[in-house]
């Protein structure tokens, strides 16, 4: 048993960054994200017998995390539906914001705001976690097509805001 | 691993959304962990045993029900069957004459 959590807790460390970057582009807000993650984990932790440990634990488990993080999502929406505007943490805004990672953040951080909430998941899983597009497809369950869609949809748009950038910034 | 990753969009993204250390939050989720373990597990247990166990209760009851509705034959009589009559056997002891030995006598 104790084996089993310090296994666990390997996974967590490996697979941790990637789950809560996915929850906050789901969610767009860090507390949310990180309950969702953590939610995810434990379930995780509850459904390990049902792992099949010759298929890759990557998508078995960002496929929980999507799970976790849309579920979340829907809980929010019907609690409150009007402050989707307080979007990612204003933590994550300080005082330097002029410089110009902070500006090109602020920047894709709006960029993602604009976009449905499965471009996001499929652009994150496919350009940051480097998923393959049939991965995805099996992680938030639509068709593969619909994942090469979306990420070329959702490419398109977060280039142009990172274009913006560069012309306003650089 | 895909091949044709935007690896500056992706690096971009990722510091975008970079929630930072994540230590704490793997100690957050693993003191859960410790906190109720197996709690789930068993209700998982108990539920994945429902799913199959309930069909299988079903279909048993349906095919009991079945058999029991079936109509019943009597059981077959050897008196019947040996001798077709209504009286069957018992008159041979019970007959002071002797046996009837025509229909068989009688039988091309």
Known sequence: MSGDREAFGQIMERYAGSARRLCRAILRDSEDADDAAQDAFLSAWVKLGQYDPRRPLGPWLMRIVANAAKDRRRRREVRRTDELSESMPSSQAGPDRETDRRLLEAE??????????????????YDVEGYSHAEIAKIIGVPEGTVRSDVFHARRMLRQAMDDWKENWK | MNQ???????????????????????????????????????????????RRGIPAAVMI??????????????????EDTLVGGTDGGASLFTSPGPPDAGPIANTP
């Not at chain 1, 894709?108 to 899983?125: I, N």
């Not at chain 2, 690896?7 to 939050?25: H, I, S, Y």
């Open chain 2, 61 to 78: 009851a349906a095919l009991t029900a079945f058999l029991l509705a079936l109509p019943r034959q009597p059981a077959a009589n050897l």
């Open chain 1, 108 to 125: 894709l951080q709006d960029a993602l705001e604009e976009l449905p909430v499965r471009y996001r998941a499929a652009v994150v899983l």
């Open chain 2, 4 to 50: 044709d990753q935007d690896k500056e969009l992706g690096l971009a993204l990722k510091r975008t959304l970079d929630p930072g250390d994540n230590r704490v939050f793997v100690s957050r989720v693993l003191a859960r962990i410790d906190t109720a373990p197996m709690a789930p597990l068993f209700w998982d247990l108990l539920s994945s045993w429902a």
